[in-house]
Every structure is written in structure tokens, then in C-alpha cells.
């Protein structure tokens, strides 16, 4: 499994069947996501799992090639074609003959190089810079961006025949924050891979480092989960993480990109680790030789729940959209966790 797809949550299940289904497929996908989700392993995922999976996978990240230069990047040039172009080149197109074509960041596309994609899209032929002999393109095109294509659409920044055709299926990642009960998982698999590979001494997470792991927002989502682990490998390495360890913009509920910690949002993060008023009691964890982590979580999604239901006045759509869930699976949730509120929707 992907490394960023470790984990039992909600979201995930509901990814992972998803991408399980697309991988049969030959259609084009659009990938969206924050940064760090990632939106590449999905799409190697996908790649691997499909007809496809024993030919090329071939990355192109269009927000990092020069305006000038991803066309011939793409499409590759024939000799002359160009000052420097002193003999042919293949693009990625042709690199990518009979698998994939992964199209990172096509928010930042070109305008001149969006119709040229299309037409490959629609036709499925292109020509090199510099050529007139059409080529046929043998590839399947999945694209992600961490962008709203939509709005870029509206602002005649982005083409609307493009978008659709991108996406075809959606496949949308979701961040960090909305699989909490996954972090866990992830840390121990990061520890534990790195202790593998000789990086650095096993670590541990104190249960109140964990709870307050539990409750930041992760701007950086498991880009930045994964930074953090290896951070504490190479400074702690061998001892036990504490809730005083963490960094600051952790312990204080803020995070880079959001709003000030006595923003409602951030409000919103730190009061989730109660339960009815009450805080969550973390000595309870420390009795005994072990941790019981499925009821620790338990309690977590217990309070994130009733603070989101007390968000939108208990409106239980608004509240399902709010956690990324749908508005079954929270009555659900609310029925096994029991004591279910009154109906306000």
C-alpha cells in the first residue's frame, strides 16, 4: 500500500475503493488535493493497478519546466527546431509509450499549451516542435492539481474544455485533518521504516504528544507528519516524544496558513479534544503496562463529532460535510458512539 494511504479511516476506505475501480479503467483522472496529500503516489496507484502498470510511468510536474521549454518537454523537438536543438529529442509523450502520463501541478499550464493538450486528449495524436508527422500518443493522461480548476475556469485562466476533459473522474484526496485516526499509523510506519533503514532509534509518542498531534491542523498534511518524524529521529532519537517536545505552532493550535490561534478555526481544533465541556482525560492512558488507542480514538471522534454538530447547531449535513464523511455514515457513527442528538435537519 501507499505510504500515504496507511490507515482505517472513513475517508480512505472510501479512496482506496475508488482507486481500485479507476485503475480497471483507461480514462482520463483529474487528482486534486492539498499539498502534500499525495496526489503522485495515488496516481502510481492508480498506474500500477491498471492494464497498463507493466509500461512507463512518467511524471511531468508542469509548474516546474520554464513556459519555453515544456512544450518540446512534453512533445519533444526534431534537430533545428529551435536555437540548442542540436539533434532530436523525444518528450515525455513518447517516454511514456503504452503506460502512463502523469501531469503534476496542470494548473499551471500554459494557456498556448492547453489547446495542444486537448488535441492529443481528443485526437490522440501530436507532433514533436519542429515536425509536421503526426505521432500517435499511447498513453493514458492522469493530471492533479492542488488548485480550483473550477475558479480558474471562470477567471479565463484555465480552459473549460480542457477541465472537462480532464475530469472525467474526479479523484479527490482528502487532507490530514479529516483522518486523524490514521496518525497513529502513519507515525509508526515512518518510525519504523526509517529505524529499518538504519536512519536513526526507535521513538514513541507520549499519549499527550499524540492527542495534540491528533488535534493540529497539518497544513503540510503527511508531507510535513513525515518531516516531523524525521526531525525527532535524528534530534531524540532512542527516547520517548512529550507533549513539551512538539513545535510550537503545534502546541499552540495555529498553523502555517490559517488563521491566528484565536481564530475560530483554530478554536474550533483545540476545543475538540473535549467531550461535552469535559477534557478528555489523558492520565486515564497512563495506568497500567498498556494503551487502549481503539478507545482513545473512540473518545477523539466522539468529541470532534459533537463539536462539529455544535458548529451548525446540529444540523447533521452541514456537520458531515464539515468532518468529510456523509451524512449516513455520521448517524451511523452517532448511533455506535450513542447518545444520539435531536434530529435539527
Known amino acids: 500500500m501507499s505510504v500515504a494511504f496507511i490507515g482505517g479511516s472513513d475517508p480512505i ?6 482507486v481500485e475501480r479507476v485503475a480497471r479503467t483507461d480514462s482520463t483522472l483529474l487528482i486534486t488535493g492539498e499539498s502534500g496529500t499525495g496526489k503522485e503516489r495515488i496516481a502510481r496507484m492508480i498506474h500500477e493497478k491498471s492494464p497498463r502498470g507493466r509500461y512507463p510511468f512518467v511524471p511531468v510536474n508542469c509548474g516546474a519546466i520554464p513556459d519555453g521549454l515544456i512544450e518540446s518537454e512534453l512533445f519533444g523537438h526534431e534537430k533545428g527546431a529551435f536555437t540548442g536543438a542540436v539533434s532530436q529529442r523525444s518528450g515525455r509523450f513518447e517516454l511514456a509509450e503504452g503506460g502512463t502520463l502523469f501531469l503534476d501541478e496542470i494548473g499551471e499550464l500554459p494557456l498556448s499549451l492547453q489547446v495542444k493538450l486537448l488535441r492529443v486528449l481528443q485526437e490522440k495524436v501530436y507532433e514533436r516542435v519542429g515536425g509536421s508527422q503526426p505521432r500517435k ?29 480532464l475530469s472525467v473522474i474526479p479523484v ?3 487532507p490530514l485533518r479529516l483522518r486523524v485516526t ?23 509518542f507520549s499519549p499527550e504528544a499524540l492527542h495534540r498531534l ?21 534530534l531524540k ?18 498553523s502555517t496558513g490559517s488563521t491566528s490561534s484565536d481564530g475560530p478555526g483554530n478554536r474550533d481544533a483545540r476545543d475538540a479534544g473535549t467531550s461535552a465541556g469535559r477534557p478528555l482525560d489523558l492520565a486515564d492512558l497512563l495506568e497500567g503496562e498498556s494503551i487502549d488507542m481503539p478507545a482513545y480514538f473512540l473518545r477523539l ?17 452541514r456537520a458531515a460535510a464539515f468532518l468529510g464523511i456523509n451524512r449516513t455514515t455520521l448517524i451511523e457513527k452517532l448511533k455506535r458512539l450513542e447518545g444520539l442528538p435531536p434530529d435539527h435537519t
Open 13 to 18: 476506505r472510501r479512496l482506496l475503493t475508488l
Open 172 to 174: 479527490d484526496i482528502p
Open 237 to 254: 532519537g532512542g527516547e520517548t516524544i512529550e507533549l513539551s517536545d512538539l513545535p510550537e505552532k503545534i502546541l499552540g493550535g495555529a
Open 137 to 165: 500518443a499511447n498513453v493514458r493522461i492522469l493530471a492533479a492539481t492542488h488548485r480550483n480548476l473550477e475558479q480558474m475556469v471562470r477567471e479565463d485562466l484555465f480552459r473549460e474544455d480542457l477541465f472537462y476533459r
Open 301 to 317: 471522534e466522539r468529541a470532534m463529532i459533537e463539536k462539529a454538530l455544535a458548529r451548525f447547531s446540529g444540523n447533521k449535513t
Open 214 to 234: 491528533c488535534l493540529y491542523e497539518w497544513p503540510g498534511n503527511i508531507r510535513e507528519l513525515e518531516n516531523l518524524v524525521e526531525r525527532f529521529l535524528v
Open 182 to 204: 490514521d496518525i497513529s499509523l502513519l507515525l509508526d510506519f515512518f518510525v519504523n521504516r526509517w529505524v529499518e533503514e538504519g536512519r536513526g532509534d526507535p521513538i514513541r
